[in-house]
């Protein structure tokens, strides 16, 4: 059993790398495809005093004249050296706009993950325990509608209640307009990042309390569970030491899975709340026709889910050893 | 399992209601919630397209049910127009969606070892992508408009749907019954109709169902920032982020009410779909 542990992984990882590979090259296809011109997106209004000399001056400068095979050549392998380009929207090298941009979304995003995590196992736990009682509707009903709520409206209706009809927390940005970025003291971050994290926190709760739930079921009808209970322990010392346990790993391996979700939720309630994350990057480059930077996010934020997707898919292993032996049935029919 | 789960529901548990009426129940309104939007659109006709601009940014009240805009536009026509838009994208979207995930599930499970591990590597790579990425990437290739969203929003949402094709196929060419089939004789054309055709209809059916509400919701978060329906049409995307700039100004009708709508929209289809699925499968009997 041990002994095809490094095989799997090792598969996983070449996997994983032609994954990239994949998305690099379909991204990259992508973006050719655009009818936004990189030289018009580049001008902008300028766009009328530039001759069509100075145009394929510029259009030669970029390589834009080169096949799009020669270009891609090019571009991935500057990649692979560390090179990610230019960004023409914010006038940085793409490296530098990613890392400042991962800094202000990395606190909201682990956050949001880690409390959804948290707040979903728990509620699955409690909704599991005693199955078709009123705390199993009312908790089961709350993940169902979540689940079916777009992110960007609850942010809005966060906002609206919150910001504006409250105005206990602000409109809007990762610090008070005005100050300095090294004059923002640790509380004012915190305060502009409240909102923004409750509306990620609430909608990434769903899916977790639900997955737990099932396996909570599950798990108080096991024959263990009946013989604890006949041995007179309390539904909840049944279900904190022999739910919980059992429920705890899989909940873990839906959370690494939904990594993509939570960066689709963050885009939005980004943009919502007018917070400088990676998702408002992505949307301000798509916009602009920035792409370097589009493509840059993509791959960024490919590799991060892809490696959650990884991890997931080796820990289901790792709880369940059925799982393995499964597949190689389906494989091999 | 053993006897002891044979007894075991004897320990305490109620008898249930007639679950199967409540569940016919609530697709019927499910359904009837779609028909109340498509009748409705119909029935508003350009109510809600054209200004009127002596009744701007007005509170809900009895005349204009979910208030007015700011170009005295009644914002329950146009929620209603919005959500016509949504079922539009989300029928042809989750209807191209299906038809992919069809074709790559019996690409896989028929044309050998190498077509089912080219198919793996597409749906783990499709499913390894966050999803808003990819739909900005390909409404961007595509320059954006309703027709990039419906691409993107087909593009991306048949990984769940072959996956769960795959294992059924998988599953019943190796059933006795299959075999037995086989054995008395008859060609794969016959088996494929009178043996795989029942049991994937209803898999397929409620599948694009359930698609809906992924597809809906997609094209409401690409639409609101900005890569999805043309500015010009009353969708949900673009009520909510036209509502954006009035929010801070007290209008907070303007929000509400358009996303409230799309998730009782969202929530129809999720009836409906949990409804066919727990009908249609004889392993969820309800009596």
């Known amino acids: ?333 | 399992m053993t006897d002891a789960a044979l007894t075991r529901p004897v320990t305490g548990v109620p008898v249930r209601r007639n679950k199967r009426i409540a569940t016919i129940a609530a697709t019927c309104a499910g359904a009837s919630g779609i028909a109340v939007v498509v009748v409705g659109s119909l029935a508003f006709g350009n109510f809600g397209i054209e200004p009127d601009f002596s009744a701007r940014l007005l509170p809900p009240s009895l005349a204009h049910w979910f208030g007015t805009d700011q170009f005295g536009h009644d914002m329950f026509a146009r929620t209603i127009h919005g959500l016509k838009l949504s079922l539009w994208v989300g029928v042809v979207a989750a209807t191209l969606s299906t038809l992919i995930a069809v074709g790559l599930a019996i690409l896989a499970t028929t044309c050998g070892r190498w077509a089912d591990i080219l198919v793996s590597f597409l749906v783990d790579a499709a499913m390894g992508l966050p999803h808003l990425v990819l739909l900005i990437l390909i409404s961007f290739a595509l320059g954006g408009g309703t027709h990039a969203v419906i691409v993107a929003v087909a593009v991306t949402h048949w990984p769940r749907l072959t996956r769960i094709l795959r294992a059924e196929i998988l599953q019943i060419r190796h059933a006795e019954f299959v075999i037995a089939s086989r054995q008395f004789g008859k060609s794969w054309w016959y088996v494929g109709q009178h043996h795989f055709l029942p049991h994937l209809v209803p898999q397929m059916l409620v599948g694009l169902v359930l698609l809906f509400p992924h597809a809906i919701l997609h094209e409401a978060g690409l639409t609101f920032i900005g890569f999805g329906i043309e500015p010009t049409k009353p969708a949900i995307g673009i009520l909510l982020s036209d509502s954006m700039r009035y929010l801070t100004a007290g209008k907070w009708w303007l929000g509400l009410f358009p996303g409230l709508s799309l998730v009782l929209l969202v929530l129809c289809f999720d009836a409906i779909g949990n409804g066919l699925r727990l009908l249609a499968d004889p392993r969820q009997a309800q009596t």
């Open chain 1, 1 to 333: 059993m041990s002994s095809h542990w490094p095989i799997l992984v090792a598969t996983r990882i070449v996997r994983l790398a032609f994954l990239l590979a994949a998305v690099a090259v379909v991204a990259f296809t992508l973006a050719k495809l655009s009818p936004v011109d990189p030289v018009n997106a580049y001008l902008g209004p300028a766009i009328a005093k530039v001759g069509p000399e100075q145009r394929e001056l510029i259009a030669r400068k970029w390589g834009l004249d080169q096949p799009a095979t020669v270009q891609f050549g090019k571009w991935f392998h500057n990649v692979l050296s560390g090179d990610l380009g230019t960004s023409r929207t914010f006038n940085a090298p793409v490296a530098d706009v990613l890392a400042k941009r991962v800094q202000a979304s990395l606190p909201l995003m682990g956050m949001a993950w880690l409390l959804s995590g948290i707040l979903g196992f728990t509620l699955g736990v409690v909704a599991g325990a005693r199955p078709d009682t009123w705390t199993d509707r009312i908790i089961r009903t709350y993940a169902y509608v979540l689940a079916s709520t777009p992110t960007f409206w609850l942010a809005i209706v966060l906002l609206v209640v919150f910001s504006v009809g409250l105005s206990l927390t602000p409109v809007c940005c990762a610090a008070p307009i005005g100050v300095l970025p090294e004059d923002v003291t640790l509380l004012e971050r915190l305060h502009h990042l409240i909102l923004p994290l409750i509306a990620l926190t609430v909608l990434g709760v769903a899916q977790i309390t639900l997955h737990t739930r099932a396996k909570m079921v599950e798990i108080m009808q096991s024959d263990f569970a009946l013989y604890a209970r006949a041995q007179g322990a309390s539904l909840a010392d049944v279900a904190v030491r022999h739910g919980a346990r059992n429920a705890a790993l899989p909940a873990i391996t839906v959370l690494f899975a939904s990594l993509g979700e939570l960066f689709g939720g963050s885009i939005l309630t980004e943009q919502v709340f007018a917070y400088p994350g990676l998702g408002q990057a992505a949307v301000q480059a798509g916009i602009s026709g920035d792409v370097p930077l589009l493509l840059a996010v993509a791959l960024c934020l490919t590799l991060v889910v892809s490696v959650g997707n990884t991890i997931a898919d080796i820990l289901y292993r790792v709880v369940d050893p059925r799982i393995g032996a499964v597949h190689d049935l389906e494989a091999r029919p």
